[in-house]
């Protein structure tokens, strides 16, 4: 089905990346976006192969390396005393076993780097100022209809809007989503300002009472990221990435943690500290009609306890590109692309949600039998890290 009008409602990664992945399979792709300006909120992004693997298939090694960080490793270390509880080995090791690195890549270079490559290969293809709000579909063809009354015509729809994604509620309703009674706090450092050698290049989760962190280098390098998961039993956030908060109350929620965490949010700028809420929503066993369907955030919401939403995002756009090329139809294509997709992500979902539990253990004991018994090497090898969505055989 190469001669298929393809619409996307939203420039995110995910959208972006499926953008990438449909055109280079040739099909004609149109986006639009809500924004004025192209561009991405946010910090870091842990990208392992199972999602460079996609990003490397669209030819994007040299622009990944100029930015990004390669960890040597995923450690889990005691709160107050730095105790190394669990280390995940990547680096080399996970090149070798998985044919791409682990990266550390700021979510905005990241999606520069997949803006650019949409725009090279068709610099029209991309509609700013563009508010998405519903979408009429029947056997010819998916109408998408703008906030301003403008409307687009496709052959099928991918709804690649986030979290509040219009184009998820037309298709599932109204879904519930439960706060987690966790807020998360996120800032950038630059290295400059640390003590030389403060710490290795790894990405390390501090795992400690009602809270964890987890820190690692971007940018090369440059830039240090912060991410604060600490439980707020009477929260009054909202679910936004730009909602800033006092230094003071970020400081106190980490008194009595290790100097590497003192020194580390004693040099954020006090004017530069982010904090929203952190909702659950349950997976759903549907994401498709006939001619539209969903694609990360907007499909499977995933909290950020595993690092794993964005490459999520990116598998779904390769997949999906698969599925519509193999396909004789657009139903049968959205279908076998959810069927591929539906156990996955949900295992990301629910295995997010499950390792705020792990983190959490208070007894110290209690804790190193706990990550002893889960043996996340093992157990992210073989699921995780391991999937190609590249060649993965899609039934």
Not at 106 to 131: E, F, G, Q, S, Y
Not at 146 to 171: E, M, T
Not at 226 to 243: A, D, K, R
Not at 277 to 290: C, D, G, I, K
């Given at each position: ?158 709804g690649a809007d986030g979290i509040k994604s219009a184009i998820r509620a ?122 539209a369907t969903l694609m990360g955030d907007a499909a499977h919401p995933t ?93």
């Amino acid at each position: 089905m190469k001669n298929l009008n393809v619409i996307i409602a939203g420039a995110g990664l995910g959208g972006l990346t499926a953008a990438a992945c449909l055109m280079k399979r040739g099909f004609k792709v149109h986006i639009y976006e809500q924004a004025a300006a192209l561009g991405e909120v946010g910090a870091g992004v842990q990208s392992s192969a199972n999602a460079v693997n996609v990003l490397y298939d669209l030819g994007l090694r040299d622009e990944l390396e100029q930015v990004a960080v390669r960890p040597k490793a995923f450690e889990f270390r005691r709160f107050d005393t730095a105790e190394l509880l669990h280390r995940i080995p990547l680096g080399e090791n996970h090149e070798q076993a998985f044919g791409a690195p682990y990266y550390h890549i700021h979510r905005a270079d990241l999606h520069d780097i997949l803006a650019r490559k949409v725009l090279a290969m068709d610099p029209n293809c991309i509609t700013l100022n563009a508010r998405v709000e519903s979408f009429e579909e029947n056997a010819d063809g998916v109408t998408l209809n703008l906030a301003d009354g403008r409307k687009a015509h496709g052959d099928v729809l991918i709804g690649a809007d986030g979290i509040k994604s219009a184009i998820r509620a037309q298709i599932l309703g109204p879904t519930p989503a439960t706060y987690t009674g966790d807020i998360a706090w996120r800032a950038t450092i630059p290295t400059e300002r640390l003590p030389a050698g403060i710490m290795d290049v790894v990405s390390t989760v501090w795992c400690g009472p009602k809270k964890h962190a987890t820190i690692y280098y971007l940018r090369a390098g440059k830039l240090v990221n912060f991410v604060g998961l600490v439980e707020y039993p009477n929260q009054t956030e909202v679910e936004s990435w730009t909602q800033k908060r006092p230094w003071e109350e970020l400081k106190a929620d980490y008194a009595g943690w290790h100097p590497t965490i003192q020194t580390i949010i004693d040099a954020i700028d006090k004017d530069s500290c982010y904090r929203w809420a952190l909702n659950n929503r349950e997976p759903v066993s549907n994401w498709s009609t006939s001619r539209a369907t969903l694609m990360g955030d907007a499909a499977h919401p995933t909290l950020p306890y595993m690092a794993s939403g964005a490459a999520m995002a990116i598998e779904d756009g390769a997949v999906l590109s698969r599925a519509l090329e193999m396909s004789d139809s657009v139903p049968d294509a959205l279908q076998l692309y959810q069927r591929n997709r539906l156990d996955r992500t949900a295992r990301i979902v629910r295995g997010s949600t499950d390792s705020r539990a792990l983190y959490r253990i208070e007894d110290e004991e209690e804790m190193r039998r706990a990550f002893k018994e889960q043996n996340l090497t093992k157990s992210r090898s073989e699921w995780l890290y391991s999937y190609n969505p590249i060649t993965v055989p899609l039934v």
